[in-house]
């Protein structure tokens, strides 16, 4: 089983700043099969990026992924209210698919 | 658009099973598969496991084999998910995602285990 470990477990930060958030894996995932969440409180996730590099649809092009092999990076370029959340990664390239502890985005 | 809509909460006690559906609209059901993932209180998500939605094969979580069920119902492009022998430990909020890549979700179930 990959295990993922997401850093840090929390970022404060104000809005406008950039964010970078980390997910690295135990062990190579399979096609950079890779994705990333966004959740808010009491809410479902939702998708932001997939293949570790690419958009889903209609997510803002200020979020962007990258990473290969076992080190992943999402970063927002310029925060906006709305983004603050807990974000998620997940390997789909293996199974059982498994997903990170989460990484908390707060207003500083 | 692709939407996912799933059944309501349930309390159930423990040993009881609870089977929540998910109902999908928006996209050809049987072109992609149907993940179940849940998520324990103020907890992270536990993938439990896929079913093709064209074929019915099943991939399930090691942890949950003998207890979970995944169908579907193509005819009403339905998916559901049984969980047997309710534990406290299984109360979360069960979602149903589609594709790979959990492209769309639905808007969750929770299931509470109490005595």
């Known amino acids: 089983e990959i295990v993922l470990t997401q850093s840090p477990g929390t970022l404060s930060l104000s809005p406008g700043e950039r964010a970078t958030l980390s997910c690295r894996a135990s062990q190579s995932v399979s096609s950079n099969y890779l994705a990333w969440y966004q959740q808010k409180p009491g809410q479902a996730p939702r998708l932001l990026v997939y293949g570790a590099s690419t958009r889903a649809t209609g997510i803002p092009d200020r979020f962007s992924g990258s990473g290969s092999g076992t080190d992943f990076t999402l970063t927002i370029s310029r925060l906006e209210p709305e983004d603050f959340a807990v974000y998620y990664c997940q390997q789909y390239g293996s199974s059982p698919r498994t997903f990170g502890q989460g990484t908390k985005v707060e207003i500083k | 658009q692709v939407q996912l809509v799933q059944s309501g909460a349930e309390v159930k006690k423990p040993g009881a099973s609870v089977k929540v559906s998910c109902k999908a609209s928006?996209?050809?059901?049987?072109?992609?598969?149907i993940t179940w993932v849940r998520q324990a209180p103020g907890q992270g998500f536990e993938w439990m496991g896929r079913?093709?939605?064209?074929?019915?094969?099943?991939n399930y979580a090691q942890k949950l084999q003998d207890r979970v069920i995944m169908t579907t119902d193509t005819s009403t492009s339905t998916a559901y998910m049984e969980l047997r022998s309710l534990r406290f430990d299984d109360t979360a909020v069960y979602y149903c995602?589609?594709?790979?890549?959990?492209?769309?979700w639905g808007q969750g179930t929770l299931v509470t285990v109490s005595s």
């Open positions: 995602a589609v594709g790979w890549e959990l492209r769309s």
């Open positions: 079913i093709s939605t064209s074929s019915g094969n099943t």
């Open positions: 928006g996209y050809a059901f049987s072109s992609y598969g």
